[in-house]
């Protein structure tokens, strides 16, 4: 298990940038798989991107491909969402999440751990 917590959410203009971080506690940080979700209200929680293990693979999705990058530090126990060219679509809580197994997948219920998340709103 592993305990999360995400920072770095906060108002900012279309255009705009932000990057979130997420603090990791527990020895098998490394051995984890991570991603970014977020959630609109009234909306589904959704995938945005996601790192294995080694920070050589990263997937995104297709509304923030070429937008946004995620990476991680394992001697550090974080991973970054550096977001840049926000749009107001974009406003969501975003969340970190662990997964125990293997591959990152785009699927939440595959996950097994979460932070509380953090508010990004962007205004038009």
């Known amino acids: 298990q592993v305990q999360l917590k995400e920072s770095g959410g906060r108002l900012v203009q279309a255009g705009g940038s932000l990057r979130l971080s997420c603090a990791a506690s527990?020895?098998?940080?490394?051995?984890?798989?991570m991603a970014w979700f977020r959630q609109a209200p009234g909306k589904e929680r959704e995938f945005v991107a996601g790192?294995?293990?080694?920070?050589?693979?990263?997937y995104y999705s297709d509304s923030v491909k070429g937008r946004f990058t995620i990476s991680r530090d394992n001697a550090e126990s974080t991973i970054l969402l550096q977001m840049n060219s926000l749009k107001p679509e974009d406003t969501a809580v975003y969340y970190c999440?662990?997964?125990?197994?293997?591959?990152?997948?785009?699927?939440?219920?595959?996950?097994?751990?979460w932070g509380q998340g953090t508010q990004v709103t962007v205004s038009s």
């Open positions: 999440a662990a997964r125990r197994f293997y591959l990152v997948t785009d699927d939440p219920l595959d996950y097994h751990d």
């Open positions: 527990g020895r098998t940080f490394s051995t984890m798989p």
């Open positions: 790192i294995g293990q080694s920070g050589g693979s990263t």
